[in-house]
């Protein structure tokens, strides 16, 4: 039997409208453009800020656009997932929401929490459905609402995180191309350095969490740095040295957009040019489970057939991983 490779066959995104510019921010906490800039690379970000629109809004718009992109019919679809870390409800989960919003009839669909990961474990999770052989489209969707977590007078979070979505249709394919190798990690021990406090089973929402601010992303940057330099470089080169690529036949490199001096670190470890690395963190800051899939809605026109694409992550958890993949069509896809 032929072997079947799991391909990414055209891509939807979603940003609000709404512009949170560096500028904005200094006068809402004690920072200023410059300091953004040199510590962090966000220049402005794209703010939710409709009442009563949650992230399951921006997931459902890039998942039109993709359905429209690739002129799929709702009754195809089998299989819808969504990574996230702020879905609009505890439950029932934003996945389920599109199957109405988009008129699914046939497919199943649910959540799957790996922060910043989750969309990096998710394209992983999503190949392996392909490969099976009984699941031809899958939708999947990265999507963060982080101003619904970010707290906007700590001056240390808030410039970091941005809102938006954007979603890959995967499909079987015997040509050789699509997902070919990753590899993910898990160790638990990040917990004390990156959490959301309260709200979860542990300590559900009281007078008391809301009074202390405990509803909002808590993180010790410096050591998360420090974990996210060398935890996604030394993934990225073993998965490279794993599947006999260099920096000259690595074409495009997809990191996480959380900072950009990470961003830099990882790119100077693969000894990949800075061209080759897609990096849009200027523009949304960080998305969480946006910024892998965002990357390549923002750069598709560049990417051709069987270009070798390495995207890494890492987020909350810790997770971490890195994955290859070979670019399944040529161009934009109106
Ligand atoms: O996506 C999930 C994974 N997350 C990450 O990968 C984030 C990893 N961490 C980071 O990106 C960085 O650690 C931060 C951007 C969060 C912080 O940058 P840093 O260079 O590590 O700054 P720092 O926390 O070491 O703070 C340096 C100084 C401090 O002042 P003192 O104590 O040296 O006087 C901070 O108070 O910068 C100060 N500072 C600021 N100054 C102006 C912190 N935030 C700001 C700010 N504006 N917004």
Redesign the pocket.
């Known amino acids: 039997m032929e072997k079947i490779n799991a391909v990414v066959t055209g891509v939807g995104g979603y940003v609000p409208d709404y512009i949170l510019t560096n500028d904005e921010l200094s006068r809402m906490?004690?920072?200023?453009d410059e300091?953004?800039m040199t510590?962090?690379g966000v220049k402005e970000r794209h703010i939710l800020n409709e009442e009563g629109l949650g992230t399951s809004y921006m997931a459902r718009k890039a998942a039109k656009q993709l359905m429209q992109r690739t002129g799929s019919n709702p009754d195809d679809i089998d299989l819808v997932i969504v990574a996230t870390s702020t879905p609009d409800y505890q439950f029932p989960s934003i996945a389920s929401i599109l199957c109405d919003k988009l008129g699914l009839k046939r497919a199943f669909a649910y959540d799957m929490s790996a922060?910043?990961c989750g969309f990096l474990f998710m394209m992983e999770t999503a190949a392996n459905y392909i490969r099976s052989g009984r699941y031809k489209k899958i939708i999947i969707v990265g999507a963060d609402k982080m101003s619904s977590i970010v707290n906007y007078s700590d001056?240390?979070?808030c410039?970091?995180f941005g809102d938006g979505a954007a979603a890959f249709m995967l499909e079987p394919t015997t040509e050789d191309v699509g997902i070919m190798d990753s590899m993910l990690r898990t160790d638990g021990k990040g917990l004390p350095f990156?959490h959301l406090k309260a709200g979860g089973s542990v300590c559900p929402a009281s007078y008391f969490t809301v009074d202390n601010h405990m509803h909002y992303l808590y993180?010790e940057?410096?050591t998360?740095?420090k974990y996210?330099v060398s935890n996604m470089s030394d993934i990225s080169v073993a998965l490279a040295e794993k599947n006999g690529l260099t920096k000259d036949t690595i074409d495009w490199v997809v990191p996480?957009q959380?900072?950009l001096r990470?961003i830099d670190a990882v790119a100077h470890r693969l000894e990949v040019p800075h061209e080759k690395v897609l990096i849009n963190i200027e523009r949304y800051g960080?998305t969480?489970a946006g910024t892998l899939p965002l990357c390549i809605w923002d750069f598709e026109e560049k990417l051709k057939k069987g270009d070798n694409i390495i995207f890494t992550a890492?987020?909350?958890g810790f997770t971490w991983g890195a994955l290859y993949m070979k670019w399944g069509y040529d161009g934009k896809k109106q």
């Open positions: 906490v004690d920072t200023n300091w953004i510590r962090i922060a910043c001056r240390a979070t410039p970091i990156l993180q940057g410096r998360v740095f996210a996480h959380a900072n990470i960080n969480s890492f987020g909350a």
